[in-house]
C-alpha cells in the first residue's frame, strides 16, 4: 500500500543553520583586498571554504575584486573539469502533492493544475523520446503524495533503465524528490540511482514558514535539512543539495548553502556532489513578492562564489535561464546543464514547441533542441559529456572526493567525454553538429599527452566509428 514515509529524523539530527551566526558575518565590515585574494588562492589550491571566507566573498563588491572572483571561478572550473559541460534532461514523473509552497504551480490549492502521473507504459514512452534524440542522463521529478513512495520510485528507475531503443540508453537515473526515511532511501539505492537531490528551498527559517505552510510535510524546516542526513545514513553517498534563489536574500542563501556542504563532509567526510541555484520563475497560478529577486550581476557572483567555496561540487544551471545569459553563465564554474527540457507531464511526446504552463511547474527560458544546444556548446569550445562513468565504475562518495578535489577527475572526464560525445555525434547528430564536434575531438585529443591514455582513445573512438560498439569508459 503507498504510503508517505514516517518523519523520523536522522540519528543526532540537529539544525545547524545558526542564523544569528550567518547574520553576524553578514553585517561585518568589507573585507579589504589583500583578504579576499588570500581566500581566491586557498580556493584555487582546491580546499574548501570555510562559511567566514565565503561570507568574506559574499561582502566584497568592489568591481575590480568581483572581477578577479569571477576569474579565478573560471580558472577553477577549467582545473577541476576542464571544458567538458555534463548533459542532462528531466523528466517528471507525477505532479500530484500534498505541499502548498507559495511559489510552485503544482500546490494542492491551484486546482487549475492538470495532475497527472505517467504509467509505466507512459514512462516508457517519454524514455524512448529522450533516448531517440541522444540522452543518456536523467532526473526524475516527483511531487511529494503517497503515490509516489519509495517503491513506487525504486520501480519508475528500474523501468527507465530497462527501456532500449536502437543504440538509445540511459545509463544514470538522478532523483529530485521529497525526503524520504532511511529504510526508503535503501529501496532507491537498490534500485541503482545515481544522485539523490533534495531542494531546502530557503535556509531563512521565518521565510521557509511563510512560503511552506505548517499543516503540510514540507513545513517541518529540520525534517526538510536532515533529510539528506537521513540518505547517507542508508548508504547513499551522492546527494545533491539545492536552493530557489529569489525567496529571501541571495547571500544568506549562499551562506546556508555552503553551512550544509561543510556540515555533510564534516558529519559524513563526503560533500554534495552538485548544488543547484535555479532563479525563481514565473509559474502558473502563482503571485510573486519581487523583494528578493536575484538580478543577472547578483547570479553571475552566486555561481563564482559557489564555485570557489565548494571547488570539489558540480554547478547545475538548469533551463530556467534563457540562451543568451546560459551562454554568458556557462563560464562563471558551471559543470552541468539541461538541454531539450520538457517539464510538462508528458512533455517528450504530447507537446509542441509552445509552454503549457497548466501542466508544467514553472516558465522554462530555454526549449531549445538537445542539438541546437551541442552545436552552441562546441562552437564555443566547450566538450559536451553524457559521461557515468565515475557512478558506474564507483567513485562516488568518498571515492569520488579523493578523485575530484585533486583535480584527477580531468584524467577521467576528458577522454570519457569525448568517447560519449562521438557516440552522440554518430547516432543523433545533425549534419551541422556532427562537423562542428568532430573537429572540437580532433582538437581535444591533440591537446592530449602522447602515451597509452591518448592511444587508447583514439583506438576507442574509431571502434564507436567503425565497428559501431557503444557504451566505452575509463
Not at 568589507?30 to 574548501?48: C, G, M, N, T
Not at 552538485?274 to 525563481?280: I, V
Amino acid at each position: 500500500m503507498c504510503a508517505l514515509p514516517s518523519m523520523e529524523l536522522s540519528r543526532q539530527a540537529v539544525d545547524f543553520i545558526d542564523e544569528n551566526h550567518l547574520n553576524g558575518l553578514l553585517a561585518r565590515k568589507k573585507p579589504d583586498a589583500s583578504r579576499v585574494r588570500e581566500i581566491i588562492a586557498k580556493s584555487l589550491a582546491k580546499e574548501p571554504l570555510s562559511v567566514e571566507e565565503t561570507a568574506d566573498l559574499v561582502l566584497t563588491d568592489d568591481p575590480e575584486l568581483v572581477q578577479e572572483i569571477f576569474a579565478a571561478a573560471r580558472q577553477l572550473k577549467e582545473t577541476v573539469y576542464g571544458n567538458r559541460i555534463v548533459l542532462f534532461a528531466p523528466l517528471y514523473i507525477g505532479n500530484d502533492c500534498v505541499n502548498d509552497c507559495t511559489y510552485c504551480a503544482f500546490k494542492r490549492s491551484n486546482f487549475n493544475a492538470v495532475r497527472r502521473t505517467l504509467s509505466p507504459e507512459e514512462v516508457g514512452q517519454q524514455v524512448e523520446a529522450l533516448e531517440d534524440k541522444g540522452h543518456k542522463r536523467l532526473i526524475l521529478v516527483f511531487g511529494e503524495h503517497p503515490k509516489y513512495d519509495a517503491d513506487f520510485i525504486a520501480d519508475t528507475v528500474k523501468k527507465v533503465y530497462s527501456v532500449k531503443s536502437g543504440h538509445g540508453e540511459i545509463r544514470r537515473v538522478n532523483i529530485n524528490a521529497a525526503p524520504l526515511d532511511i529504510e526508503g532511501y535503501k529501496k532507491v539505492k537498490e534500485a541503482g540511482i545515481g544522485t539523490y537531490q533534495i531542494f531546502m528551498e530557503t535556509y531563512h527559517h521565518d521565510t521557509y514558514s511563510m512560503m511552506h505552510p505548517g499543516n503540510t510535510r514540507k513545513g517541518d524546516y529540520l525534517y526538510r535539512l536532515d533529510g539528506l542526513s537521513r540518505a547517507f545514513e542508508a548508504g547513499c553517498d551522492d546527494v545533491g543539495l539545492g536552493v530557489l534563489f529569489g525567496l529571501y536574500d541571495w547571500r544568506f542563501e549562499v551562506l546556508g548553502m555552503v553551512r550544509h556542504a561543510l556540515y555533510l563532509q564534516e558529519r559524513y567526510n563526503v560533500g554534495p556532489h552538485t548544488l543547484s541555484f535555479p532563479r525563481l520563475k514565473p509559474a502558473q497560478g502563482v503571485d510573486f513578492d519581487e523583494r528578493y529577486f536575484v538580478n543577472d550581476e547578483d547570479f553571475k557572483r552566486v555561481i563564482a562564489i559557489l564555485r570557489l567555496a565548494v571547488p570539489y561540487t558540480g554547478l547545475i544551471l538548469t533551463a530556467r535561464e534563457d540562451p543568451e545569459l546560459r551562454r554568458e553563465l556557462m563560464s562563471f564554474g558551471v559543470s552541468q546543464i539541461d538541454a531539450g527540457s520538457r517539464i510538462e507531464i508528458g512533455g517528450y511526446t504530447e507537446v509542441g514547441d509552445a509552454q503549457v504552463m497548466e501542466r508544467e511547474q514553472f516558465c522554462l527560458g530555454d526549449i531549445r533542441s538537445l542539438d541546437q544546444v551541442m552545436c552552441e556548446l562546441m562552437s564555443d569550445g566547450y566538450v559536451p559529456s553524457f559521461c557515468t562513468s565515475c557512478y558506474r565504475s564507483g567513485r562516488t562518495g568518498e571515492h569520488f572526493m579523493e578523485f575530484s578535489i585533486p583535480g584527477f577527475i580531468k584524467r577521467y572526464c576528458t577522454p570519457n567525454a569525448l568517447l560519449t560525445l562521438e557516440e552522440y555525434l554518430v547516432d543523433y547528430a545533425s549534419e551541422e553538429t556532427r562537423a562542428v564536434g568532430e573537429k572540437l575531438i580532433a582538437d581535444e585529443i591533440s591537446k592530449m599527452e602522447d602515451g597509452e591514455m591518448k592511444n587508447r582513445t583514439l583506438k576507442q573512438l574509431e571502434e564507436i566509428k567503425e565497428r559501431d560498439v557503444r557504451d566505452i569508459y575509463f
